[in-house]
């Protein structure tokens, strides 16, 4: 290319690198009080940030690039042609005007560069684009995202002038072939993991990222294979120290090459088999619970519940998004590498807690005030035996209220009551399996409920727990009441960003189990895992079952056994005692001291060996049993 072309694309180039490094000094000077402000880490976090926006810059400049290439030279010397190159660097800047304000807001949500719940969000355009719309002024933010990229194709048009000259062939193909070489080798040579190398600060290792390349590489590191990218072990090594590990004095296995089980759980409610109401509230953070520690209280009403039930106060949700919760909570198995095993292919006839409910005559509903197709949701319950009742079933003129996301949380509770009503009227019993949806942005929920300005996150936690009080207090007045257990948990928490790579006080959530003269008021303050919540339910309740649980009884297990499964789609921890191994991809791992659980607050320890082969097992062992076939119900 002549130097006329090489001006227009140095400025294209020019104009990615310096507004992405704009944005990340904006956004480093809004996490302030969180980055690490050390002189070395902060010029590493700009300096290999600047060298990923260089690197996307290529990839930025490369259509208009190929339009310069291939047009012939007696077009771009014509007004028209040009005008082909320059609407092509208007859509490229107005992709990046676009890139960098979501960067911005989903920055201000999640703490985090583009990742792979970037990646999600743009497969379900129906909830991103609705929530856009409900939680951001679109009418102002477009026009002006248009005008920013209108000014910046017109100050690059000056470097597009002519005279052009005329192409020679074999320069042509030469040119052709470095562009090709140079984005091989840039393809080739880049890797994400760099960026670990910048600070122990997390925040400054998501700011030394781009947000364009972030969201392409979480777009393809979605699917990880564990033996391909994580510390293992022996297969079947793997087999006989998990079935060890799930050795109960209640629990027989059923096989030998799996863990399937039979499990015989005997007190005084096994006769009675009640009704389950298992509400997984979304995003509710232990913060926010002065019951289970949160400074300042937005749940008076679930406080007040606490006191009336069996409460959790140290459990750990295994990720940070609501299908590892329902992958927790349903399938009782630990975090596999990757995408939640709700959104893989293979789902169908699984072990679930409905499964196990099942076998003892229970129906089974998912109940969900949004379209369950987001996050196949719909598609894994319905392929393990749960009736769906979502959004489609709602009569319109019983929704009071809605966003993107769903219904108003008190309209779903409403769903919840009439489905107990059909069952009872049958002489069944159920599970009811209900995800919320209020407590997500854009944050609005019916006027009049509580004392709480709309759009602000606190006051749709508020809005929750006046709904879930609200249908304790319409469920009491319904025959099922006397005979019905109401368990409330979170799917994650609101954010599981912080300055640790895998902050534990992200995962805490709270968690009760609310069933007056079935089972006594108490709380345990063992170390416990989102997934052990089902076969301890189960254990509590008298209920025998078969299954391929991966969580424990804990109230048939020792003590010295508990552990906690915290991660992200690529980093695994399991902690133990007050211990956290990392497992991480490129077969790495990391060992800490946890010093403050409340804080946070590590401390780099040699390697426990024998602590990161447990860790292995589970991890590795979630993965192969689902890999394999043998999380599979029972036919």
């Not at 052009?164 to 393809?187: C, M, S, Y």
């Not at 304790?472 to 368990?487: G, S």
Request: proline share 5%; glycine share 8%.
């Amino acid at each position: 290319m002549n130097f006329h072309r090489m001006r227009y694309l140095g400025a294209l180039f020019v104009t990615f690198v310096v507004s992405q490094s704009v944005l990340r000094l904006v956004l480093f000077l809004s996490s302030f009080d969180s980055v690490s402000l050390r002189v070395g880490e902060v010029a590493k976090t700009f300096a290999l940030g600047l060298g990923y926006d260089a690197c996307s810059a290529l990839f930025f400049v490369l259509p208009p690039a190929l339009l310069l290439l291939i047009l012939p030279t007696s077009w771009l010397n014509r007004k028209w042609g040009r005008g082909l190159v320059l609407g092509a660097g208007f859509l490229m800047n107005f992709l990046l005007a676009f890139s960098s304000a979501s960067l911005f807001f989903f920055w201000q949500e999640f703490h985090t560069n583009f990742n792979f719940i970037a990646v999600d969000y743009l497969i379900y355009t129906t909830e991103m684009l609705g929530n856009i719309v409900e939680a951001y002024p679109v009418g102002v933010i477009i026009p002006v995202l248009l005008l920013a990229a209108g000014g910046l194709a017109w100050w690059q048009a000056k470097y597009l002038q002519p005279p052009f000259r005329q192409k020679e062939p074999r320069r042509l193909a030469l040119e052709g072939l470095l562009i090709l070489l140079i984005l091989t080798l840039v393809t080739t040579n880049t890797r994400d993991d760099w960026r670990e190398k910048v600070s122990p600060n997390q925040y400054n290792i998501e700011l030394s990222g781009n947000g364009p390349y972030g969201f392409v590489h979480a777009f393809f590191a979605n699917e990880l294979d564990y033996h391909q990218f994580y510390p293992e072990e022996d297969r079947s090594l793997t087999l006989f120290r998990l079935r060890q590990l799930l050795a109960a004095p209640n629990a027989s296995y059923v096989e030998d090459d799996g863990i399937r089980r039979r499990v015989e759980n005997d007190n005084g409610l096994s006769m009675k088999k009640p009704h389950i109401v298992f509400i997984t509230v979304e995003s509710l953070s232990s913060d926010y619970c002065g019951a289970f520690g949160g400074a300042k209280s937005y749940t008076p009403h679930l406080d007040e519940l606490a006191g009336e039930s069996f409460i959790f106060t140290r459990m750990y949700a295994t990720g940070t998004r609501t299908v590892r919760g329902l992958e927790a909570l349903s399938l009782s198995v630990p975090p596999t590498p990757g995408q939640s095993i709700l959104r893989r292919p293979g789902t169908e006839n699984l072990s679930t807690l409905g499964e196990a409910l099942r076998q003892n005559g229970y129906a089974r509903d998912f109940v969900y005030g949004g379209y369950g197709y987001f996050d196949n949701m719909n598609g894994f319950f319905s392929g393990n035996g749960y009736t769906i009742r979502d959004r489609v079933d709602i009569p319109q003129e019983e929704v009071i209220q809605e966003t993107a996301w769903g219904v108003a949380d008190e309209v779903l509770f409403t769903q919840v009551m009439k489905a107990l009503d059909e069952h009872e009227a049958r002489g069944e019993r159920a599970l009811e399996m209900v995800m919320t949806t209020t407590n997500h942005s854009p944050y609005t929920f019916p006027e009049g409920r509580v004392d709480a300005p709309q759009g602000v996150r606190e006051s749709a936690v508020l809005y929750t727990d006046w709904a879930i009080w609200d249908f304790l207090q319409r469920a009491r007045e319904m025959p099922w009441f006397d005979h019905t257990v109401f368990v409330i948990v979170a799917d994650h928490q609101s954010r599981a960003a912080g300055k640790a790579e895998l902050p534990i006080s992200r995962y805490h959530i709270p968690c009760l189990i609310y069933a007056p003269g079935l089972i006594e008021p108490g709380q345990t303050d063992r170390l416990i895992s989102q997934m052990d919540l089902a076969p301890t339910l189960l254990g509590l309740l008298g209920i025998s079952y078969e299954a391929s649980f991966m969580g424990r009884d804990i109230f048939h297990s020792p003590e010295s056994g508990d552990r906690a499964f915290i991660s992200t789609y690529q980093s695994m921890g399991y902690v133990k005692g007050d211990k956290l191994i990392i497992l991480k991809p490129g077969k790495h791992s990391e060992t800490y001291g946890i010093e403050d659980f409340e804080q946070s607050r590590y401390r780099t320890l040699p390697r426990d060996e024998a602590l990161e082969q447990e860790a292995i097992t589970w991890y590795q062992g979630a993965s192969d049993l689902f890999a394999g076939g043998k999380l599979k119900g029972g036919k």
